[in-house]
């Protein structure tokens, strides 16, 4: 098979090698799945800018979701999944024609569109997973969603204005704001040109938000913490901000100066939470969530409750082209590739 390398750190244009590899077999309770198409997410470029800790040695093979037809099955898993379609969640290998999943990292599709599939495995269930499982939100509740016209920002508004949530989100660009108005948003701010939180404590006339959903961390921790009051969350899933500074150590030690310190009896006192998300080790040891999640993520695409939005569309040679535009900042929504 062919799977797309990631040969080395730094830019993409340097970063990828497509390379014949074998077909891997899988252990008694994996599914291989000969893939169609792959999903990007942003820890795939803190990946390839080495900025993410857990993935694998170089030369690795990236990736946290495919589509595809289920190709082998192992000892402990049923002859019948063969050849049905499915969206899969992997731990990295998805940048591959064929791809190992767990049994329980996987949920029937149909003939559901490639494309709003891929948003499932990671995307949404992050989304669903944060929103509804670990937390929950009700009506009248204030909310911030940064990057939200991202594949899980798109989400979380969609998520979160179904439970009747007043949603403040930001964006980087006219053509975002709008997308996150058509989701539902009720307040959109463009992060560019406005210090989303002078914007938001006008709009709050001394009331505090109920949650954020944080994929940025650094600098907007603080503002954060002050923006949200008695019982609120802030929910940290990522630290986009750390990326793209050329600094090394330097950069990451001012990344996590700018975040502070907070004391927990502090948090106790004052009612507040900090809810750390990492997908990924919810699927190492919960990977019954995963599927959950996955499933209940699925009966919203299908009735139409939860609507994809499509980034950019690519072919697996344009892997470089890919990573540019999500590190861009410039996309909105799901990313795909396709072989």
Known sequence: MKAVHLIKNGVSKEAFEIRDIAIPLPEDDEVIVKVDAFGLNYADVMARNGLYREAPAL??????????????????????????????????????????????????IGDMDTDVALCIATQFVTAYYMSTVITNFFPGNRVLVHAGAGGVGSALIQLLKAKGCIVYATAGSERKLALMTKLGADHVINYREK????????????????????????????????????????????GSERSGKKWGILSTLNFVRKMGAILPITMMMRSKSVIGVNMLKIGDNKAEMIQYCMQEVIKLVESGHLKAEIGGVFKATEITEAHDLLESRKSTGKITVHW
């Open 59 to 108: 030369p690795s093979v990236l990736g946290y979701e495919v589509v595809g037809i289920i190709h082998t099955v192992g000892t402990n898993i049923s002859d019948d999944f063969i050849g049905k379609r499915v969206i899969a969640f992997t731990r990295f290998g998805g940048y591959a024609e064929y791809a190992k999943v767990n049994q329980l990292g996987f949920g029937l």
């Open 195 to 238: 210090d989303y939180f002078e914007v938001i404590s006008k709009l709050l006339e001394g009331d505090r938000l109920d949650g954020t959903f944080n994929p940025i961390a650094g600098s907007t921790f603080k503002k954060d913490y002050q923006l949200i009051g008695s019982g609120g969350r802030i929910l940290l899933f990522g």
